[in-house]
T-cell receptor
Framework: ETGVTQSPTHLIKTRGQQVTLRCSSQ?????VSWYQQALGQGPQFIFQ???????GRGNFPPRFSGLQFPNYSSELNVNALELDDSALYLC????????????FGPGTRLTVL | AQSVTQPDIHITVSEGASLELRCNYS??????LFWYVQSPGQGLQLLLK??????LVQGIKGFEAEFKRSQSSFNLRKPSVHWSDAAEYFC???????????FGSGTKLNVKP
C-alpha cells in the first residue's frame, strides 16, 4: 500500500505566475484535502474534494482552485502568485464519506520570488 | 468562529521528564479533536483523536490527551519524554462532517539529554 505522494518536492516561481501542484492519494482513499503551511505556522485548510466535487473550502481566494480526478489524485492550482503564497503545501487523503483520519503527504515547498 | 490556540510556541523538557502541551479550541458544536506530530522533512502524523465518550484518550507513542469541555481544552501529555519525541506538535479541530479542519500554530518540543 503506497502512502500519499506529492510532486514536485520544491518549486520556485515568480510573482504573477501560475502553479500546479499534484497529489496522489493513498490507495482506496476518495477524499483529498489541501493545506497551506507558512513558515512557523500551522496548516491552513484550503479545500477538500470528495468524489471529484469540492466538498469544503477554507478562507482562500478563488485564485486557489483544485481538481480531483477519477483515480482520486488531485491538483492544486494557484493563479497570479503573490509573495505570501510562499509556503509548504500539504495534501491529505482519507476514505470517504470524508473521514476523520487523514494521511498527509510530505508536501511541496513553493517559493515565490 | 472556529479556532485553535496553542499558547506555547516552544517547550524544552529533559529526557525522561513528563510533558504537557496545551490546546484550547473555539467551536460552535461538539468538537472533533486531534493531535498531530510533524518531524523535520516528514508529513504530519496523527497521534490521537477524540470524538465522544471517555474524555481521556490514548494514542500512539505513549501519548494521551484529556478533553475538558468546561475549559475548552484538549491537552496532550506524555509521562516520560524520549529524545525522539523532539518535533512540532499541532492540535486540530474538525467539522462535524470532516469537510474542514482547523489547526493551531503548533508547539515545538525540544528534548534535553
Amino acid at each position: 500500500e503506497t502512502g500519499v505522494t506529492q510532486s514536485p518536492t520544491h518549486l520556485i516561481k515568480t510573482r504573477g505566475q501560475q502553479v500546479t501542484l499534484r497529489c496522489s492519494s493513498q490507495s482506496g482513499h476518495n477524499t483529498v484535502s489541501w493545506y497551506q503551511q507558512a513558515l512557523g505556522q500551522g496548516p491552513q485548510f484550503i479545500f477538500q474534494y470528495y468524489r471529484e466535487e469540492e466538498n469544503g473550502r477554507g478562507n482562500f481566494p478563488p485564485r486557489f482552485s483544485g481538481l480531483q480526478f477519477p483515480n482520486y489524485s488531485s491538483e492544486l492550482n494557484v493563479n497570479a502568485l503573490e509573495l505570501d503564497d510562499s509556503a509548504l503545501y500539504l495534501c491529505a487523503s482519507s476514505s470517504g464519506p470524508p473521514g476523520d483520519t487523514q494521511y498527509f503527504g510530505p508536501g511541496t515547498r513553493l517559493t515565490v520570488l | 468562529a472556529q479556532s485553535v490556540t496553542q499558547p506555547d510556541i516552544h517547550i524544552t523538557v529533559s529526557e525522561g521528564a513528563s510533558l504537557e502541551l496545551r490546546c484550547n479550541y473555539s467551536y460552535g458544536a461538539t468538537p472533533y479533536l486531534f493531535w498531530y506530530v510533524q518531524s523535520p522533512g516528514q508529513g504530519l502524523q496523527l497521534l490521537l483523536k477524540y470524538f465522544s465518550g471517555d474524555t481521556l484518550v490514548q494514542g500512539i507513542k505513549g501519548f494521551e490527551a484529556e478533553f475538558k469541555r468546561s475549559q475548552s481544552s484538549f491537552n496532550l501529555r506524555k509521562p516520560s519524554v524520549h529524545w525522539s519525541d523532539a518535533a512540532e506538535y499541532f492540535c486540530a479541530v474538525g467539522a462535524i462532517n470532516f469537510n474542514k479542519f482547523y489547526f493551531g500554530s503548533g508547539t515545538k518540543l525540544n528534548v534535553k539529554p
